[in-house]
C-alpha cells in the first residue's frame, strides 16, 4: 500500500504571498459569514410560533448538519493552519490527519507523534 507524503505549499515571491494571504482572509471571512446566517436561522425557527416542534426539530437537525459540512470542508481545508489560525504563512499537507499545518506548528506536534506527522 503507498503512503502519501507530506506536501508543503511555499512561495517566495512577495507580492504572491500577498494576494494568498487576502484571499485567505477572504475565504475566511465568507466562511464565518455563512456560519453566522445559520445561526441566525436557528433562532428564527425556534421563536417562530407558526411551526410544530416536530417541524422545528427537523428543520434544525437540516441546519446542524448543512453547519456541520461547512465546518469540515472549512477545518479541511488550506486557508490556515488548523492549530495556530495563521493564513499569511507557507502550509505543510499532513495526509495522515488530513489537514493543513504551519510549519512550526507540524514540527512542534510532530515530536512524540511521528507516527501521525510523516
Known sequence: MKRKE??????KDPKLRKIRTELRNLLRQAYEDHYNRFFEKRKTIRNDKTISEEEKKIRLQQLYQESEKLKFAYTHSVIGC???GRRDLDLIYNPILNK???ESCYEFNRKGHEELYP
Do not use: D, S
Open 6 to 11: 507530506k506536501r508543503l505549499i511555499a512561495l
Open 82 to 84: 488548523r492549530l495556530c
Open 100 to 102: 493543513w499545518y504551519c
